[in-house]
C-alpha cells in the first residue's frame, strides 16, 4: 500500500516506506520473543515422559533421556525459525527492490 501511494504520488521519495520497513523488522524480534514465551508456557512434557506436546495438543515423540528444554528448542525453531526467516528475507527483497517495485505498472483483468 505504501508503494501505491508513492507512485500515486503521495509521497516523493521511498524514505517513509524504508523507515517503515525497519520499523518492522525491528518489531520481528520483540514479536518472536513474544511468541515463544507464549509456546513455552502451552508446551510440556506428557506423563509418561516420552513426548513432547505442543501448543496444539499434539505430540512429538522423543528421546525419554533427553532434555526437555532442548527438544523444546528445536521443536520452536524448527516451527518458527524459518518463518522468522522468511519474513526478515521479504523485508530485505523489498528495500532491495523498492525503486523498481515503485516503477511497476500493470493492472487487472476482471
Known sequence: ??????RLGGN????SIE???SAYQSDLDPLFKKLKEEIVAKCHMAPDAKFLVDENSKRHAINPQGNYDTYLEAYYNHR????????LQYFLD???NLQELV???GFFNF
Open 12 to 15: 516523493q521519495t521511498c524514505n
Open 1 to 6: 500500500m505504501l508503494i501505491h501511494l508513492v
Open 19 to 21: 523507515t517503515l520497513l
Open 80 to 87: 518458527y525459525g524459518r518463518q522468522k526467516a522468511e519474513i
Open 94 to 96: 523489498v528495500r532491495q
Open 103 to 105: 516503477k511497476q505498472k
